[in-house]
């Protein structure tokens, strides 16, 4: 059964860094796209960041791009998310996701909440 598990959400003030992590199961990182999701209160989700585990190619959004950092350690099955220089915007629910064997795959996310 595939399976992402996300950790590393937590309080911090603007300007804090945080580190989430992305577990996955049931299968191995041969040739999928990775990505960072994440939906504030009342809005829509929307993509973050992602990478590809075979090209190891990334992607940010304009609203994260030089603050952010996706990685992989491919070998463990995980993909890091570096946050840094938090702001207030960014608080929300932070959730990875991939799309293997034709279903989208979703963890249970990991709350952000950053105080201004």
């Known amino acids: 059964e595939v399976q992402f598990v996300e950790s590393g959400g937590g309080l911090v003030q603007a300007g804090g860094s945080l580190r989430l992590s992305c577990a996955a199961s049931?299968?191995?990182?041969?040739?999928?796209?990775i990505g960072w999701f994440r939906q504030a209160p009342g809005k829509e989700r929307e993509g973050v960041s992602c990478?590809?585990?075979?090209?190891?190619?990334?992607y940010y959004a304009d609203s994260v791009k030089g603050r952010f950092t996706i990685s992989g350690d491919f070998a463990k099955n995980t993909v890091y998310l570096q946050m840094n220089s938090l702001k207030p915007e960014d608080t929300a629910v932070y959730y990875c996701?991939?799309?293997?064997?034709?279903?989208?795959?979703w963890g249970k996310g990991t709350q952000v909440t950053v105080s201004s």
């Open positions: 996701n991939s799309r293997i064997g034709g279903m989208n795959y």
């Open positions: 049931g299968f191995t990182f041969d040739d999928y796209t």
């Open positions: 990478i590809s585990s075979s090209e190891g190619s990334t």
